[in-house]
C-alpha cells in the first residue's frame, strides 16, 4: 500500500511511503530511508518539508505537487491518506487536515486520522528502546502549544509500533505540568511511579520540562512525524479501529467572528 502522509502540526511534513510486506523478495536494504511496521518494510518514496510554523496554507500546495509528482510515486499515487488530528494550533492543523480531505475526495481514498502527540511518543520509545534500559517506560509528551503554554500527555509503548495514551491531554503552561502529571499518576497510571523520559517540541523550548524525567534529557524534538504516523496508522488499520479525522484543537482559533450588534430601540 502507497500511503500520503501529512503532519502540519507544528511546521509542514508531507511524505509518501511505500508500505510493502517483508515477505515480498523487493530488496531495500540499499533504501537510506526506511522503516519497520508490523512485518512491513516502509519506503519513503518522496518527502518534502518545511519548518514555518505560519505559512501551512501558503506551501502545502506546493509541497503537495512535488510529493506527488516525484520520479516513484507519479506513476504509482497513493492509497490512503494518514493526516496529523493534533493537537497543534488551529490554522495550521486545519490546512492539513483539508489537504488531506479534499485529497481524499478527489482521488476517492480512505483518510485516516492520527494524534500528533501519538507520534512524538512513539519516536521516543524508539530511542529509548534503542538505548535499552527502563522496562515498559512512561514518556511525558510536551509539545509547543503557543501562547507560552504546552499541550502534554503520558504514554506508554503498544507493542512495537504504537502508543497508548494514558492520561487525557493537558493545555497549560509548562511550569503547571509538573503538578498535573503528579495528579495524573497518582492512582490512575498502574504501575507508574515516575516519567522515565520527556519529548516533544516544547520539551526542547522548556528545558525545565526535561528534568520531569529520569533521564534529564529532551527526546524527539519535533511537534509530529510524517513517517512515524503511518507506522501508527497501520498498527491501528490492522486490529480493526477507524481512525477518525475529528480535529483536536483543544481551544478556540485566536481569530473570533464578532458577536452581532445589538439593535438599538
Known sequence: MRILSIDSSLGTQLAVVDATDT?????TADIADTADAGGRA???LSRTEQADSRRHAESLGQ???EALSAEDVAERPPQAVVVATGPAPFTGLRAGLVTARVVGRTRGLPVHGVSSLDAVARRALDELAARGGETDPVVLVATDARRREVYAA???ANGPDDVTRLTEIDVCA???VAEHVSERIAGQVEGAGAVDAVAGSGAALYPELAELGSSREALAPVSGDALTQVRIALARLDRGEELGVQPL?????DVQMPAARKRVR
Open 63 to 65: 509541497m503537495l505537487s
Open 154 to 156: 503520558l504514554f506508554r
Open 23 to 27: 515477505t515480498d523478495t523487493t530488496d
Open 249 to 253: 484543537y483543544l481551544r478556540h482559533a
Open 174 to 176: 509548562p511550569t503547571q
Open 42 to 44: 516502509l519506503r519513503v
